[in-house]
């Protein structure tokens, strides 16, 4: 098929719920993809920040090519080894005890409200716990996901949702003090908001969580689903708040590629929470996507992709303070590591900005209505920010 008869064959059969680029992606190589017309782009958005090792990594995808050849599949019935490497892993990486692999980041949310949920059911025997989630975050699409992702416009359609579940306001600690009450069992959040405009916690909040979830038996559970696996400049974004979390989920990069989550637990919710019976899952964690999150692991280790990280994400932040300063419809610059944002002015389309920037070679998407967002592959050089801030100049 040609580029146009792929788009209108996928509008013609597939439910539209998506508004896509008008682009067909046919491969990737590094920091860059071509569409199927051989026109080459630079991928600052990593397929929504999955890419962390960018296209074609020639470890990996041997690694995955071998798995191929053993075994794909073996439901949860049985133990494989990709399991053993990828649950050791994840594990040691997160400073907890316990994983449970899915296949999606909203499966991770669920499998973390339950463990709550179990719990704090545990503990009084009670059905009436509350889940302390906050405004302008997401979470996923599927039904317990949605109903603590703080968002009206994803949420109303699908009303009732799932109850028990109370909204603060982000980086404001009354705000989730005033919410907590004896029926409260965890208090959720992402480390840096994502979908809602980039927006890392400030120290002084999440540690003050971290302090009222410790004086009440609170569980709390961090989303890294976005900016876990590196993308900060530290493996998980909260080890730069000198704390852990009770349970963190995690996916997008987690497998670099294939559709991957987890959530991981400590070893007091681990104990009390989800037991034989209580949850399952047919693919998840099975060889395949278990040997890609392995791979994972020992590459970022081989080659040093956290310091990698630390360093370039400068260069690109001092690059965005510079853009932010030269032009007056950037109203402010976040971030930390590799996932930034630039703010606009609320009269300026950030899409026609993404639409001309795909026009010129780069894709890039928004975080929220005004705000650009830059997850690139965590891989990339200077050469890739200067050509990226190049493009961007031209479409502003
Ligand atoms: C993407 C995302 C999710 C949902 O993950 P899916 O794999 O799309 O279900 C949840 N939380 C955060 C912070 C995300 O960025």
Redesign the pocket.
């Known amino acids: 098929m040609n580029q146009q008869e792929i788009m209108t064959t996928v509008d013609e059969y597939v439910l539209h719920t998506y508004n896509r680029f008008p682009i067909s992606i046919d491969r990737g190589m590094g920091t860059h993809v071509w569409d199927s017309e051989g026109k080459e782009y630079l991928d600052f958005m990593a397929g929504?920040?999955v890419y962390a090792l960018g296209y074609h990594y020639p470890e990996y995808d041997e690694a995955l090519k071998a798995q191929i050849d053993k075994v794909l599949h073996t439901s949860n019935l049985y133990y494989h080894e990709p399991l053993a490497l990828a649950a050791k892993a994840v594990v040691e990486s997160t400073g907890l005890s316990k994983v449970f692999f899915t296949?999606?980041?909203?499966?991770?949310?669920e499998g973390a409200i339950k463990s709550a949920r179990k719990y704090a059911w545990m503990k009084d025997g009670k059905n009436n716990h509350e889940i302390i989630a906050m405004k302008s975050?997401?979470?996923?699409?599927?039904v317990g996901?949605l109903s603590v992702t703080g968002n009206a416009h994803y949420q109303d359609p699908f009303k009732p949702l799932m109850g028990g579940v109370v909204f603060a306001e982000f980086n404001n600690l009354q705000s989730v003090l005033d919410l907590v009450n004896d029926t409260t069992c965890a208090i959720l959040l992402?480390t840096v908001?994502?979908?809602g405009g980039i927006y890392p916690a400030d120290p002084e909040f999440l540690q003050g969580i971290r302090r009222i979830c410790d004086e009440k038996d609170i569980l709390l559970i961090l989303?890294?689903?976005?900016?876990g696996m590196g993308r900060t400049g530290t493996m998980w974004a909260y080890e730069q708040y000198g704390i852990k979390p009770d349970i963190v989920?995690c996916?997008?990069a987690l497998g670099c590629g294939v559709?991957v989550?987890a959530f991981v637990l400590n070893e007091k919710a681990a104990a009390k929470g989800l037991m034989p019976g209580d949850h399952g899952t047919t693919y998840g964690g099975n060889p395949f996507v278990c040997t890609a999150v392995a791979e994972v692991f020992s590459l970022y280790e081989k080659i040093g992709l956290i310091s990698h990280v630390k360093e370039i994400s400068e260069y690109l932040a001092s690059s965005l303070d510079a853009f932010a300063e030269k032009h007056a419809c950037v109203t402010a610059h976040r971030g930390l590591g590799l996932i930034r944002g630039l703010e606009f002015a609320k009269e300026v389309p950030v899409g026609e900005v993404t639409k001309r920037a795909l026009e010129k070679g780069l894709l890039i998407i928004s975080a929220g209505s005004n705000v650009l967002r830059f997850v690139p592959p965590l891989i990339i050089t200077k050469e890739d920010v200067d050509e990226a801030m190049a493009i961007l100049e031209e479409c502003i």
């Open positions: 929504i920040a296949n999606s980041g909203a499966e991770a949310i975050s997401f979470h996923g699409r599927s996901a992402e908001q994502g979908e989303d890294e689903i976005q900016c989920t996916a997008k559709p989550g």
